[in-house]
T-cell receptor, first 111, second 113 residues
Framework: ELKVEQNPLFLSMQEGKNYTIYCNYSTTSDRLYWYRQDPGKSLESLFVLLSNGAVKQEGRLMASLDTKARLSTLHITAAVHDLSATYFCAVDPSTGNQFYFGTGTSLTVIP | DAGITQSPRHKVTETGTPVTLRCHQTENHRYMYWYRQDPGHGLRLIHYSYGVKDTDKGEVSDGYSVSRSKTEDFLLTLESATSSQTSVYFC????????????FGQGTRLTVV
């Protein structure tokens, strides 16, 4: 059974601080995705990571992928309140074009 | 919204009744998916489709069936709704970009009473 685990599940941080969300998965995969979800809303694609060592950055968020360790990280730099949301990672196993999601990390940035 | 429309957006139904949710896309993506989202579980794959009339089960398919008679439409049916199927259902599409990125609909909130 494929497992995708995120930690922490809940994160409260002050504005201006840095933090990292971790996504571990149990199957072989070269594709990993990060999504953001605001309360009551749909999921918004943040990053697409397609190979070992891939790193993508957008604003205060940076995502990386280590396929050998089966680990992806989402790093938040100098958090701001607008980043408050739930963040999901999703893995596409080698069988292709299916997406298995982690349970999500609920981030609250405190002014 | 990547051209995805889910209907209805909200529905309340009684236990034992059939329910069909519709997902319509205007983007011509090959793959379509149905997920359910429940607190503490993230999103779980119910069924997916890789082409017209080509579908397969996901991790939580019991009690659900799907059909895809046209590229643009993917239907999810609960044959006999139960309270455990109260959830938020999301449709997603992928395949056009080549990188597997999926795009999500706005969701359908289903309550089974």
């Amino acid at each position: 059974e494929l497992k995708v685990e995120q930690n922490p599940l809940f994160l409260s941080m002050q504005e201006g601080k840095n933090y990292t969300i971790y996504c571990n998965y149990s199957t072989t995969s070269d594709r990993l995705y990060w999504y953001r979800q605001d309360p009551g809303k749909s999921l918004e694609s943040l990053f697409v990571l397609l190979s070992n060592g891939a790193v993508k950055q957008e604003g205060r968020l940076m995502a990386s992928l280590d396929t050998k360790a089966r680990l992806s990280t989402l790093h938040i730099t100098a958090a701001v309140h607008d980043l408050s949301a739930t963040y999901f990672c999703a893995v596409d196993p080698s069988t292709g074009n299916q997406f298995y999601f982690g349970t999500g990390t609920s981030l609250t940035v405190i002014p | 919204d990547a051209g995805i429309t889910q209907s209805p957006r909200h529905k309340v139904t009684e236990t034992g009744t059939p329910v069909t949710l519709r997902c319509h896309q205007t983007e011509n993506h090959r793959y379509m998916y149905w997920y359910r989202q429940d607190p503490g579980h993230g999103l779980r794959l119910i069924h997916y489709s890789y082409g017209v009339k080509d579908t397969d089960k996901g991790e939580v398919s019991d009690g659900y069936s799907v059909s895809r008679s046209k590229t643009e439409d993917f239907l999810l049916t609960l044959e006999s709704a139960t309270s455990s199927q109260t959830s938020v259902y999301f449709c997603a599409i992928s395949g056009l970009n080549g990188d597997g990125e999926a795009f999500f609909g706005q969701g359908t909130r289903l309550t089974v009473v």
